[in-house]
C-alpha cells in the first residue's frame, strides 16, 4: 500500500526515466549512465558489480512518480519537464579495463558533445577516472569536488596505475584540472604520508571529515571559485557506515545525508556542476536494502540539483 501511496513500480529505469540508449542524440539535460566497474587490480574483479541495478531497484521501491513532491528539494525532482534519461549499464568486463575505459569515456563523451550533465553510477573509484579524462576536449578548466573517506592518490598498487586507490592523482595529472577539493577523508586508508604531501604540493584543499562534524560543509563550499565548472565525484563510503553499510571499507565518523545534499546545493547556487560520479556501492554488504535507499535518495536529489542550476 505505502509503495503504490508514494508512487512505486516497475519501471526499469532509475526513477522510471525515459530510455536513452543512443547518446549521441541526447535528448536531455542530464544523462545517467551506469558501470558496474573499469579497471580492477590483478586477480581481483569489480568489487561492485550489481551496483547500479541495486541503486535503481531501490528508487522503484521508494517511490518513482516524479510528479510527487520531493520535500528535500522542496518540490518534484525536475521543477519541469522531465530533464534526465537512463542510458542503461556499459557493457563493462572484468577482462577488458582498457575497454572499459574506452567505453565511459566515449559515452561522457557523446553526453557532453550535447551539452548535456553526464551522471555516472558506479562502479569502484576507478570508473571516474575516464570520465574526467572526457572532459579534456571542451576548451575549459575545472574544479573536481571529491566527497570521499579516501584521498585516493596512490601513483599504483601492485603495478597498476589506474585503480581505486589512484583516481585523483590520475586527475591531478590531467591538463584541464584545475584545482581540486577533497572532503570526507578520515580513519586509515591507502594513503601514507608521502601520497598526502603530493596532494598538498599539487594544491589539493583538504576538508576532513572531522572539521565537517564540526563546522559544518561551508568552508568546502567557500573553496569552489564563482562560475567554476565542477565535476563532484561522490564515494558512498563518505557517508557514515550506520547509514550506509554498502561499500567496500566501512569507515566511521562519515558525512550525514544533509551534509552532502547542503554541499552539493551550496555549490550548484555558486558554480556548474558539469558532472557527477557516484562509485563504491557494494550490493553485498548492504543491509535490508538500506544504503541502496539512501544511495537512490541522494542520487535522486543530486539529479534535481543539477536540473535546478542554470
Known amino acids: 500500500m505505502a509503495g503504490r501511496m ?57 517511490g518513482a512518480d516524479l510528479s510527487h513532491v520531493n520535500f528535500d528539494l522542496g518540490g518534484p525532482v525536475f ?13 563493462q568486463e572484468e577482462g577488458d579495463p582498457a575497454g572499459n575505459r574506452a567505453r565511459i569515456f566515449g559515452a561522457v563523451s557523446q553526453v557532453l558533445d550535447r551539452g548535456g550533465v553526464p551522471f555516472l ?29 579516501h584521498i585516493d592518490w596512490r601513483d599504483e598498487v601492485g603495478g597498476e596505475r589506474l585503480g581505486l586507490s589512484s583516481a585523483m592523482r590520475r586527475a591531478s595529472e590531467m591538463g584541464h584540472v584545475e584545482r581540486m577539493v577533497q572532503v570526507g577523508c578520515r580513519g586509515i586508508g591507502s594513503a601514507r604520508p608521502g601520497e598526502l604531501q603530493d596532494a598538498l604540493d599539487w594544491g589539493v584543499e583538504f576538508v576532513p571529515a572531522g572539521e565537517v562534524a564540526r563546522d559544518g560543509v561551508w568552508r568546502a563550499a567557500d573553496l569552489i571559485p564563482e562560475g567554476a565548472e565542477v565535476i563532484l565525484s561522490l564515494d558512498l563510503d563518505a557517508l557514515d557506515p550506520a547509514a ?9 565518523g562519515g558525512l550525514s545525508y544533509w551534509q ?7 555549490v550548484a547556487e555558486k558554480a556548474r556542476i558539469a558532472g557527477f560520479a557516484m562509485v563504491e556501492f557494494m550490493p553485498g554488504r548492504d543491509i535490508d536494502g538500506q544504503g541502496a535507499t539512501l544511495a537512490a535518495q541522494l542520487l535522486t ?5 543539477a536540473a535546478r542550476q542554470g
Open 244 to 252: 550506509m553499510p554498502a561499500v567496500i571499507a566501512r569507515t566511521a
Open 260 to 266: 552532502v545534499l547542503e554541499l552539493a546545493g551550496a
Open 6 to 62: 508514494f508512487g512505486a513500480g516497475e519501471t526499469g529505469t532509475f526513477l522510471g526515466l525515459p530510455r536513452c540508449r543512443d547518446l549521441s542524440r541526447l535528448p536531455a539535460k542530464i544523462a545517467l549512465i551506469g558501470a558496474e566497474g573499469c579497471t580492477p587490480y590483478p586477480g581481483e574483479g569489480f568489487h561492485c558489480a550489481g551496483g547500479p541495478a541495486a541503486i535503481r531497484a531501490a528508487a522503484a521501491a521508494s
Open 79 to 91: 521543477p519541469g519537464a522531465v530533464d534526465a534519461v537512463d542510458a542503461g549499464d556499459l557493457p
Open 301 to 305: 536529489a543530486a539529479m534535481g540539483v
Open 121 to 149: 553510477l558506479g562502479g569502484d573509484d576507478s570508473v571516474p577516472i575516464p570520465m574526467i579524462e572526457a572532459f579534456g576536449a571542451r576548451g575549459k578548466t575545472y574544479t573536481i569536488l571529491q566527497i570521499d573517506a
